[in-house]
């Protein structure tokens, strides 16, 4: 059956080479309306991430049994998305949202670990996404009467100013929702960590980029990025527009990183991280620069291949010791060597080093905040990459060194091997990414000219260009990998015995000798201490659960008071009827 | 003592909005210009020399609002059919009434019913020349079995007649319904030769007097049911509660 | 004596004021009243009013029934007998849903004792 | 081929219902007629419109049947839910066997029969009777459990039905008195001649009656217990035929009378009332048939929002709404049927505690095609009365209706969730292939209205024509040219 | 080039341990004690290169140091050394100031990965704090960095190095951001009061715990080289950058003094107290430095 589901979800990328960049289908769906895919640059760059997203956790899926059902939800997903990202107009981008909202929630239903607390808040939060979304779709339908995007982009011009703003935050507020802005994330955590381990890896690699989809579709096509310009005015070298949102992503990525540090299952972290990476994306996404552009598409893929990598990592670890908290699992890195290499290569690309594409991408993005001049939300994305070391060191600490909490961490094998395959794929993309970040702007400038935005100069494959300078990735690489070699060479030249000690006792621990039941791993004891910084702790201490908590209470407190008036008996209700009809008549008739 | 307060309070406020009510629909009913329109009735009559019946309403009733009346015949039926539904299904007490009625009773009961039936026929059979019909009369008919049941509870009526009655009555009230499409093309159409005798003669009217006597079948079988199983009723309580 | 009766205007006059009366008799009935019969009754009360009024205002002075005899024979100065009709009509409507009101009183005493209908609130979550 | 028929054929099937003696043959019977019914309907839907049936003569002084765009597209809903649910009766009635199923059918064939008589009749006094045969076979279904619950339901009804009729009756007096017809097409030319203050009055009667059966807000304190009280297959009659059809007449009436530009605020914000306030009661129960009767109350108010506001986009949509509503509703309700006899309770619990994917299939579909989720049907119509609203600006409604589904998603999902939960105990039900059929075809339309709107989209359309236009209407009511 | 990047390493494996020694015997002389030789820690370095290990926690354990001084070395061929000459120009251009900026997080990330392989709990809890104070150590020194970039335009060091020369020397045009700089600076040297990961007194090495012998030596040896690149970082950025080698002796070893005296003047602040420490003052006065680049540069 996975065979199968691997061919027909290879079906979609053939459907897509073979079109070559020039789909255009229009299928009329009603007398108002009709149905159309077109393929832009920027919907094509999507449709192939996420569908060679969907081809690699296949791929991975062989290793365990799912049902048929799974799979077929699966299909549709991926369908639903290749609608979503090649829709020409607003009813084919809706119904291919609404057709991956519920298909995901079905998916996410067959887990385990769910509970219906969870799957409540994330169908709510991704209706409202949609609500928000088919809101602003319809207001913008007032004013164009057409729900094509073109149509809708020409009319946006000449809509009051206020309808303007409306549309913009209403469809912002969609995407967001999706991306798991601070604020709007109160699914995103829950979800994430309990969604089948190998289905986080797609809720959190491709379809929160479907909500950055959205924001670049309304941002560079519907609205413009011009039109954004000319709405709100400029400040510094970029727009006010540009500066609130970068807000909006700095915060939301600051908060998610100190979030990410104190988690204690391992995909809890992932996910927060996730928000912040995010986080990052919608700083850059509404500059309305070139740079801009190109640091949130490049990091948008850089963030698809980390997330990937890391969470069918940890899906294959959860399937191979049946721990997820880091609190339980540690020291795998001798019984697991493969997958520690990738999920180390997956680290370093999320921590944005520089070999690999991570740095890119982040670059990208530095550089298009000083090309606006941006400063303190450079600081703030910067700040955040700091901070994000912390949870980066936290997830290949604590499931990979140090020492096993339980015997049976000790005696755990390799993960198999459909596991490994996506994810040696998708470390030799990050490696070739950070080699190769010049062929990027290849793909990027379509994009930009799409966008009617300048484009990116290019000089060969492992230069990348931008406003304040350039880096040579292949060089650096190239070099990195030189020394390393040469150091290793060297030290390995210095002869000395040395005997292997893997007995987890044998360490230096104050002159004692620790007993067989003292606990080694320090994995959980990770930012215990990140409380006791102010800074931190402001952040840490406040949740938006007391927020939505409080607004579920409201609704329940709100429905038992509606319903006592319906437990009203007959005579009460044939004497409303009665005054009803009396209130209406002295009013009406007199 | 609070809560009686409070529903004095409750009758009292109601009264007043009743009374506040009633003033000023009488304000506003007191201007009511009555129909600067020629109303359908008036046209009626001027149309009523056709169906050649001498009452008017009689017409208006079985003709030119017929589908009314089938569907009130309908209502009824339902009605009947829901009091059965209702009251049937209770196991009833095979205990009888021990008292007996006395002779005088039985016999006068009897006598006066023949009487009271004859009279609910008469009044159907001349309901489109005189005051009357087919409900008045069957109303009639149906006191009659009434008088029947007051003088001896013990009685029961045939249902399988009444039923009959009521069925084959109303299906032909339909039937008669759709012979005037397949005749005239138009349901309900006067499709018997009519006029056949003048004015006021008993066999004059087409098919109202036809429908008269179907209704008037029908409503008195019916409001017979209806009767018996109230009275069945009220006096299977009796015997409960002794 | 009573010559004012010959009034169109005086007779429709004490008929409206007469009907709406019992009207809202029926009315105060059904927002005071707890049992079932004496709502059904209400309704009666309220019904029959409307029949008076409907009637009472299609009657003008020196009108007659629409009926003919030996000395009418054409169908002229008569009241108009679509009122009356229509009154039929709804006579035996309210009879119908007096019945069947009566009868589902009936089997939920029988059920209950209760025909109070404030204290039918046996139907809730 | 006449209208006629959809009164007469089930009036003659009545009167014959104690003829069958075996049940079998009357359960066969109950299914032809209503297919015979549905097959008419089907065969109308190929011929010109208006159509009319004319009974003894000819309008306005007579009473016809009028079959318009409006009511081609109810009688098409009326007549399948029909046949539906006739189709599902057998089995009802062998899983819980009654002594006088055969009464049932009598009220069941007569409630449809009084339900499209409403939609066809021309003449206001006509459609009153009707009113009171939907009435009184819609009082007897819901006491026809005859248990204290259902009494009480039944008795309930009435009382509400009674104060619905007598407001309408006056109405209709204080017509006849005004302009001396009965007449729709001959009230409809003369309305806005009678005195203002009566014809306030006049509006304000029959808006407390009609309203007060279609379950608007301050007046629809009833309806759940109905729902309670009664079997589910009447249920399901109740929420896709019978409110639907209070809502038609409503809506005819208004915009036949030209009530619209003065009263259309007024009914929108009853509806947007309607609507906010069940979809909250709706959170709270925990009775299913009390949660869905509160969902049917919400989506009414949906609909009255949309059908007033006076624009053929919107009201087209509604239609569409409601027929998806009525196809959801119905599922909904046959199915709750079978949960209930098979789990013997009324809790929501049952909705988790049974197992069967074709159930869980079709009942998810439904949920999701009454929030509106694409691709089912109920989307199209949900976009559509959106579209509408924002063509006309009113964004407040716009944003009220999205804010209030979500309040609607929550329960929906939460029973969604509770059928998917794989840690409750469940049931295996199996449904029976007759079921399956009559389920499969439900959902199926449903999928097929969402994924091929244009097949209704074409009746919606001549719906809305019809009902905002009524000009052919009005010609063939007033009789001209027959 | 070769020839040149293994000339390179070599100054600053000297200059580095030189500058150790020299820290090393400042500190004893204010605090009234002798101190080691100069070289002495020269000495160690060699003399552990040649001992035997002890320990050996698996292959991570062995790469770590080997990846920390990939990144020192990486760094320090990445800065441009000499203003005015092509001496390693060819390299240099290849990277930018924000590659530095993360290379020099590179080195601790393979030290760390080597610790939590040798497992043993002090060793990652110095790894943590490390870590944590990095939150706030990171950021005056950011925020001074991203201030030259946007006053330069640019973040290519040669390029500010060169426009120093027409507008001034920077730490006279943006003392400010100097200021928050060398505050940061004094962490990145782990001197007090930031000094806690190492904590040299309580868990007594820090992250170095488990290391031994040829590991020791080669950690030793990439700080050195590493604090030698971050020293020439510094030059470069504020004090024009150094034509010939007596300029970048002294010119460092200004800087290096400095840090050695906020060094050895101050307390210990513990790891929370730092980060709270550094997020208030330091980066208050590096981002008025800032805004006075962005708004009024």
């Not at chain 2, 009292?12 to 009633?22: D, K, N, P, R, W």
């Not at chain 4, 009749?121 to 006509?126: K, M, T, V």
């Not at chain 4, 694409?374 to 009220?400: C, Q, R």
Request: net charge positive; glycine share 8%.
């Amino acid at each position: 059956m996975n065979s199968i589901f691997l061919l027909l979800n290879l079906l979609p990328i053939l459907f897509l080479y073979q079109f070559g960049g020039a789909l255009h289908v229009e299928l009329n769906f009603t007398s108002s309306f009709t149905l159309s895919l077109i393929q832009t640059p920027l919907g094509t760059f999507f449709a192939y991430l996420s569908m060679i997203s969907f081809l690699l956790v296949t791929i991975a899926q062989k290793s365990k049994k799912f049902s048929f059902s799974y799979y077929m939800l699966q299909l549709l997903l991926s369908l639903a998305m290749f609608m979503i990202v090649l829709a020409g107009d607003f009813i084919t981008f809706f119904i291919g949202w609404e057709i991956m909202t519920w298909s995901s929630y079905f998916i996410i239903s067959k887990s385990k670990n769910i509970d219906t607390k969870s799957l409540q808040k994330y169908i709510l939060f991704s209706l409202a996404s949609a609500f928000s979304l088919i809101a602003g779709m319809v207001i913008a339908y007032s004013f164009a009467h057409s729900f094509d995007f073109s149509v809708i982009s020409s009319a946006f011009r000449d809509m009051p100013f206020n309808i303007q703003i409306t549309l913009i935050v209403l469809f912002s507020l969609s995407f967001f929702t999706k991306a798991g802005v601070i604020g709007l994330h109160y699914w995103v955590v829950d979800t994430y960590s309990k969604a089948p381990d190998l289905f986080s890896s797609i809720l959190s690699a491709v379809m929160s980029k479907m909500g950055i989809y959205g924001l670049f579709l309304i941002y560079g096509h519907i609205v413009g990025y011009q039109e954004l310009k000319m709405m709100f005015g400029t400040i510094l070298n970029g727009t006010n527009f540009g500066y609130t949102l970068a807000w909006i992503g700095v915060a939301t990525s600051i908060i998610a990183t100190f979030k990410a540090i104190t988690q204690d299952e391992v995909k809890k972290l992932l996910a927060y991280s996730s928000i912040a990476q995010l986080g990052y994306i919608i700083t850059v996404i509404g500059f309305g620069t070139a740079y801009g552009v190109a640091g949130a598409m490049y990091h948008t893929l850089i963030h698809t291949i980390i997330k990937l990598l890391l969470f069918i990592n940890v899906a294959a670890i959860v399937a191979q010791t049946g721990k997820s908290k880091f609190s339980e699992l540690g020291g795998l890195i001798y019984r697991t060597p493969v997958s520690f290499v990738m999920l180390l290569i997956g680290i370093i690309g999320l921590a944005g080093m520089p070999p690999l594409g991570g740095f890119a991408s982040k670059f990208m993005m530095y550089n298009a905040a000083i090309d606006t001049k941006f400063a303190l939300i450079l600081i703030g994305m910067l700040f955040s990459g700091a901070a994000s070391f912390l949870y980066c060191y936290k997830l290949v600490y604590g499931i990979y060194l140090g020492h096993p909490t339980s015997k049976n961490l000790e005696t755990t094998k390799e993960v198999p091997i459909s596991y490994l395959i996506p994810q040696i794929i998708l470390a030799l993309l990050l490696v070739l990414t950070g080699a190769f970040p010049g062929a990027f702007i290849k793909v990027i400038n379509p994009v930009l000219v799409e966008f009617s935005l300048s484009t990116i100069p290019y000089s060969g494959l492992g230069v990348m260009n931008s406003a304040v300078g350039s880096f040579n990735g292949l060089f650096i690489i190239s070099a990195f990998v030189v020394f390393f070699v040469l150091i290793l060479l060297l030290i390995t030249r210095i002869k000395s015995k040395a005997k292997n000690n893997l007995n987890r006792f044998d360490i230096s621990y104050c002159g004692e000798v620790p007993a067989q039941d003292t606990s080694l791993h320090f994995g959980f004891g990770f930012g215990a201490d990140l409380h006791k910084i102010k800074f931190a702790n402001a952040i840490l201490k406040r949740s938006s659960s007391s927020f939505y908590e409080s607004l579920a209470t409201q609704t329940k407190k709100t429905s038992e008071l509606f319903s006592r008036m319906y437990y009203g008996n007959i005579h009460n209700t044939m004497l409303i009827i009665l005054l009803f009809f009396s209130a209406l008549f002295f009013i009406g008739v007199n | 003592m609070n809560l009686k307060k409070e529903l004095r309070l409750k009758h009292i406020i109601l009264s007043l909005l009743s009374s506040a009510l009633l003033l000023s629909f009488l304000g506003l009913l007191m201007q009511v210009k009555t129909n600067t329109y020629k109303t359908v009735g008036d046209i009626f009559l001027n149309l009523n020399m056709q169906t050649a019946t001498a009452n008017a309403v009689t017409s208006v009733v079985t003709f030119f609002r017929g589908i009314d009346t089938v569907g009130e015949v309908t209502v009824l039926f339902l009605a009947t059919s829901g009091v059965a539904l209702m009251l049937s299904s209770t196991q009833r007490t095979s205990k009888k009434v021990v008292k007996q009625e006395s002779f005088v009773l039985h016999v006068g009961s009897r006598l006066l019913m023949s009487v009271i039936i004859l009279f609910g026929v008469y009044i159907v059979i001349h309901g489109h020349l005189s005051p009357g019909g087919g409900f008045q009369g069957g109303v009639v008919i149906a006191t009659a079995f009434l008088l029947l049941f007051l003088a001896n509870p013990n009685m029961s009526l045939s249902h399988g007649i009444l039923t009959l009655g009521e069925s084959l009555s109303g299906s032909a009230y339909v039937l008669v319904a759709l012979i005037g499409l397949f005749k005239m093309n138009i349901l309900l159409g006067n499709f018997l030769p009519h006029p056949v005798g003048e004015i006021g003669e008993l066999v004059s009217g087409g098919i109202i007097p036809v429908i008269y006597i179907l209704v008037g079948i029908k409503v008195g079988s019916e409001m017979s049911v209806i009767v018996e199983y109230f009275i069945k009723e009220d006096y299977y309580k009796e015997v409960y509660d002794a | 004596m009573l010559e004012f009766f010959n009034d169109t205007q005086t007779i429709h006059f004490i008929i409206i004021v007469g009907s709406m009366s019992l009207f809202f008799i029926g009315f105060y009935g059904i927002a005071t009243q707890k049992n079932l019969v004496k709502i059904l009754v209400s309704f009666d009360i309220m019904e029959s009013a409307l029949f008076l009024f409907f009637i009472g205002l299609h009657y003008k002075v020196g009108l007659v029934a629409p009926i003919l005899d030996k000395h009418l024979k054409t169908f002229t100065n008569m009241v108009d007998p679509v009122p009356q009709a229509m009154i039929l009509t709804t006579i035996v409507i309210g009879l119908a849903v007096l019945a069947l009101g009566l009868s589902f009183g009936i089997e939920y005493y029988k059920l209950t004792g209760r025909n109070d209908i404030s204290k039918m609130n046996e139907l809730r979550d | 081929m006449s209208l006629g028929y959809y009164f007469l054929l089930p009036v003659i099937f009545s009167f014959l219902t104690p003829y069958f003696k075996k049940i079998g043959l009357l359960r066969a019977s109950s299914i032809l007629l209503n297919l015979l019914l549905f097959l008419q309907t089907l065969v109308y839907t190929m011929m010109s419109l208006p159509q009319i049936s004319l009974f003894s003569i000819k309008p306005p002084l007579g009473i016809a049947f009028i079959l318009d765009g409006y009511s081609l597209l109810f009688l098409l809903i009326f007549t399948f839910s029909g046949l539906m649910v006739s189709l599902y009766m057998p089995w009802f009635f062998k899983a819980n066997p009654r002594r006088d199923e055969a009464r049932f059918y009598l009220f069941f064939n007569m409630l449809i029969a009084g339900s499209i008589g409403m939609i066809l009749s021309c003449d206001i006094f006509n459609l009153y009777i009707f009113f009171e045969i939907t009435g009184i076979c819609s009082y007897t279904l819901s006491a026809y459990n005859k248990d204290k619950l259902g009494l009480e339901s039944g008795i309930k009804y009435l009382i509400i039905g009674s104060i619905a009729s007598i407001f309408i009756v006056f109405a209709i007096m204080l017509i006849y008195l005004q302009i001396g017809t009965v007449n729709l097409g001959l009230i409809a030319q003369r309305f806005h001649q009678i005195d203002p203050k009566i014809s306030v009055l006049i509006v304000l009667m029959l808006f407390i009656g009609f309203g007060t059966k279609a379950e608007l807000f301050p007046m629809n304190f009833w309806a759940p217990d109905i729902y309670q009280g009664s079997i589910s297959p009447v249920n399901g009659l109740f929420s896709s035929v019978v409110a639907k059809a209070y809502l038609f007449v409503f809506f005819h009436l208004f915009y036949l009378f030209g009530l619209n530009s003065k009263y259309m605020l007024f009914v929108m914000v009853i509806g947007a009332i309607t609507f906010l306030v069940s979809e909250f009661t709706a959170l709270n129960q925990t009775n299913v048939k009390r949660l869905f009767a509160y969902s049917t109350l919400g989506q009414l108010g949906i609909l009255f929002m949309a059908f007033s506001t006076n624009s053929i986009d919107t009201v087209s949509g509604a239609l569409f709404h409601l027929t998806s509503h009525s196809i959801s509703k119905l599922l909904i309700f046959l199915t709750l049927g079978i949960l209930i006899h098979k789990l013997k309770s009324m809790k929501i619990d049952i909705l988790g505690g049974f197992k069967s994917t074709f159930l869980t299939i079709v009942l998810v579909i439904s949920f999701l095609s009454v929030l509106g989720i694409p691709p089912f049907s109920g989307f199209i119509g949900k976009i559509l009365i959106l579209k509408g609203f924002a063509l006309s600006h009113n964004y407040a409604a716009v944003a009220f209706i999205l804010l209030v589904s979500i309040v609607e998603a929550i329960y929906f999902f939460r029973i969604i969730a509770m059928m998917l939960d794989k840690s409750r105990a469940k049931v295996i039900v199996n449904v029976g292939v007759m079921n399956y059929a009559i389920l499969a075809v439900l959902a199926a339309l449903i999928v097929l209205f969402g994924i091929y709107p244009s097949l209704l989209l074409h009746y919606t359309d001549l719906a809305a024509n019809a009902l905002l236009h009524p000009t052919n209407y009005l010609t063939y009511a007033l009789g001209v040219g027959l | 080039m070769i020839f040149q990047i293994i000339l390179l390493i070599m100054l600053a494996y000297v200059v580095g341990f030189i500058y150790f020694g020299l820290y090393r015997n400042i500190t004893a002389r204010i605090q009234s004690r002798y101190g080691p030789s100069v070289y002495q820690s020269f000495y160690d370095s060699i003399k552990l290169f040649s001992k035997k290990n002890t320990v050996n926690f698996g292959w991570m354990f062995y790469l770590g140091p080997v990846i920390m001084a990939t990144g020192a070395i990486l760094t320090l061929v990445l800065i441009p050394i000499f203003s005015d000459s092509d001496f390693l120009r060819s390299v240099t251009s290849q990277g930018n100031l924000f590659v530095l900026l993360y290379l020099m997080v590179l080195g601790p990330l393979g030290n760390a990965l080597a610790v939590g392989t040798g497992g043993n709990p002090f060793g990652v809890m110095g790894v943590v704090r490390g870590l944590t104070r990095l939150i706030g150590l990171e950021l005056p020194f950011y925020i001074a960095v991203v201030g030259l970039i946007i006053a330069a335009n640019s973040s290519d060091i040669v390029h500010i190095i060169d426009l120093q020369k027409t507008t001034g020397l920077n730490i006279i045009n943006h003392p400010l951001l100097f200021i928050g700089a060398m505050i940061s600076m004094v962490g990145f040297f782990g001197e007090s009061p930031f000094d806690i990961p190492g904590a040299p007194q309580e868990v007594y090495s820090g992250p170095r715990t488990e290391f031994s012998g040829k590991f020791l030596a080669l950690l030793m040896s990439q700080g050195s080289l590493f604090a030698f690149a971050k020293l020439v970082l510094i030059v470069d950025l504020f004090l024009g950058g150094a034509d010939s080698l007596e300029m970048l002796i002294l010119k460092t070893f200004a800087i290096f003094v400095t840090i050695i005296f906020i060094g050895v003047v101050y307390g210990r602040y513990k790891v929370e107290q730092a980060v709270d420490f550094l997020m208030k003052l330091p980066t208050l006065i590096a981002v008025l430095g800032l805004a006075r680049v962005v708004w009024f540069g």
